[in-house]
């Protein structure tokens, strides 16, 4: 069965420091993975998604993922956080029939 | 402009009483999707179809009841067998169930408040 672990649920950077999100998976299979952004309510938006490619995916708005098989690892990353980027951020894993399993979520905080 | 449309964006209910939420998409999409979204919480999927007058249950359906009669909509209604209705509701399309990697696009929620 397919699983989501968000590893923090509150992070809190500084304007054009860097952000690190964290996201563990669990699958049975080569997984299709997401990250989904949602500003306060609103619906989710799709920042990328990794689909057995390229294990380093570029996304939106400066946003980036590596997916790591080793560590069943999916870190979002961004180098220079801005005060637009507060929301909140999903991982996600899709099982089979695109059946999507999201993680809890991690509430970003970005501070002048 | 292509997207998905949700109504109400907000909804009062008392108990006992059932309500019906809208989801509309001219994406020309063959999969939709119901989420319910709780605070601290991930989305849960309640049901989905991959093709009109088809639907299966989510992981979470109990309470709740769909069709599809047309492409383009996929109305949820939840009903008063539902415990703990006040939610807030997402609905999803995608282009189709499979494979995997297909995108879900996602509405702008219906807030549900059980008063």
């Known amino acids: 069965a397919q699983s989501v672990t968000q590893l923090d649920s509150h992070v809190s950077v500084s304007e054009g420091t860097p952000v690190l999100l964290r996201c563990n998976y669990s699958?049975?299979?080569?997984?299709?993975l997401f990250w989904y952004v949602q500003h306060p309510n609103k619906g989710l938006q799709l920042l990328l998604k990794?689909?057995?490619?390229?294990?380093l995916v570029k996304g939106i708005n400066g946003f980036e993922a590596e997916f790591k098989k080793s560590e069943t690892s999916f870190h979002l990353t961004k180098p220079s956080a801005h005060m637009s980027d507060a929301a909140e951020y999903f991982c996600?894993?899709?099982?089979?029939?695109?059946?999507?399993?999201f993680g809890a979520g991690t509430r970003l905080a970005v501070h002048p | 402009d292509g997207g998905i449309t949700q109504s109400p964006k907000y909804l009062f209910r008392k108990e006992g009483q059932n309500v019906t939420l809208s989801c509309e998409q001219n994406?020309?999409?063959?999969?939709m999707y119901w989420y319910r979204q709780d605070p601290g919480q991930g989305l849960r999927l309640i049901y989905y179809?991959?093709?009109?007058?088809?639907?299966q249950k989510g992981d979470i359906a109990e309470g709740y009841s769909v069709s599809r009669e047309k492409k383009e909509s996929f109305p949820l209604t939840v009903t008063s067998a539902q415990k703990n209705p006040t939610a807030f509701y997402l609905c999803?399309?995608?282009?189709?169930?499979?494979?995997?990697?297909?995108?879900?696009?996602f509405g702008p929620g219906t807030r549900l408040t059980v008063l």
């Open positions: 996600v894993v899709s099982s089979g029939y695109n059946k999507l399993i």
């Open positions: 699958s049975s299979y080569s997984p299709s």
């Open positions: 179809s991959q093709i009109v007058n088809d639907f």
């Open positions: 999803a399309s995608s282009a189709s169930i499979a494979p995997a990697g297909n995108e879900q696009f």
């Open positions: 994406l020309n999409h063959d999969a």
């Open positions: 990794y689909t057995s490619a390229a294990t």
